[in-house]
């Protein structure tokens, strides 16, 4: 069965009554246009399951760019999960609170709780989901990309207040996938032989991000941690999944991700 390329998906908040402190904010309209969401006050995740009778069990949440300032919710969400729905990966699009929106009460921490908090829930829902609690990935796209590195690699943000039993469980990813991520990271990052397996992804002619992925991948070599690389000659920045590239390497390069998963045995059908 193929994924429906009109799914929507379905929308589950991360706070059942909105963040805490700001309940209020979740009746600000969240904005949406062609390819790009704004106003996120009420975050969520927007759940695609794998196509029926394909599911491995795995899934990934997948982080959007957008420079903090809006959401890629197209080619760097919605199409993207469609694309691992298919091939068996349950996916997520992260609707994360934006640090960078003019006017925005948000910070960095906040997102991250964001991303955080998502790796918790699907954990702790992962028999509803029909999900591997230890194939949870999270996978970023520049500035989404900075907040999957954070996700993966620095301790997690405490919860404001007492939080909730949700904010207990474990919020680590089981490992990552990081697309030309921009240069922000955390100030503590784990890279040794226990932090989560990476496959790192950028051109090397975008002068934003392609040194973040060679650090994390020398980091990694030296700590002794798995870290897979692929820079690409030319591409600039955001060509995604390749599906505007007019070159074969990036039209090609979401077999990469399929095969590189493969390898991590991520791709195996789910077993009863």
């Avoid at 929308?11 to 209020?24: C, K, Q, S, T, Y």
């Avoid at 029926?52 to 760019?65: E, L, N, W, Y």
């Avoid at 509803?128 to 993966?152: N, Y």
């Amino acid at each position: 069965m193929a994924q429906d390329a009109e799914d929507p998906g379905t929308r589950i908040a991360l706070w059942d009554n909105g963040v805490p402190g700001h309940e209020e904010r979740r009746e600000i309209a969240q904005v949406s246009r062609e390819y790009w969401t704004r106003q996120v006050n009420d975050p969520a995740i927007v759940h695609f399951p794998a196509a029926a009778g394909t599911g491995t069990g795995a899934s990934v949440v997948i982080m959007p760019g957008g420079a903090h300032e809006f959401l890629v919710t197209t080619t760097e969400g919605t199409d993207v999960a469609r694309w691992f729905a298919a091939r068996g990966v349950s996916a997520f699009v992260l609707y994360y609170r934006l640090a960078n929106e003019e006017v925005s009460p948000w910070d960095i921490e906040d997102a991250r709780q964001d991303a955080e908090r998502a790796v918790r829930l699907i954990r702790a829902r992962a028999d509803q989901f029909a999900l591997d609690p230890h194939k949870i990935g999270v996978m970023g796209f520049s500035a989404g990309g900075e907040l999957a590195r954070m996700t993966l690699l620095s301790p997690p943000v405490p919860p404001e207040g007492a939080g909730d039993a949700l904010d207990r469980g474990d919020a680590r990813p089981d490992f990552g996938i990081l697309v030309f991520p921009g240069p922000m990271h955390g100030d503590v990052e784990d890279t040794g032989p226990g932090a989560p397996p990476l496959l790192l992804s950028a051109a090397a002619d975008d002068e934003c991000c392609s040194q973040p992925v060679i650090d994390i991948f020398l980091a990694y070599r030296a700590a002794g941690g798995s870290a897979e690389l692929h820079i690409y000659q030319e591409g600039g920045h955001a060509y995604n999944m390749g599906e505007a590239s007019d070159l074969v390497s990036l039209q090609r390069w979401p077999g990469r991700i399929e095969d590189w998963m493969v390898d991590r045995g991520l791709m195996a059908p789910r077993q009863p």
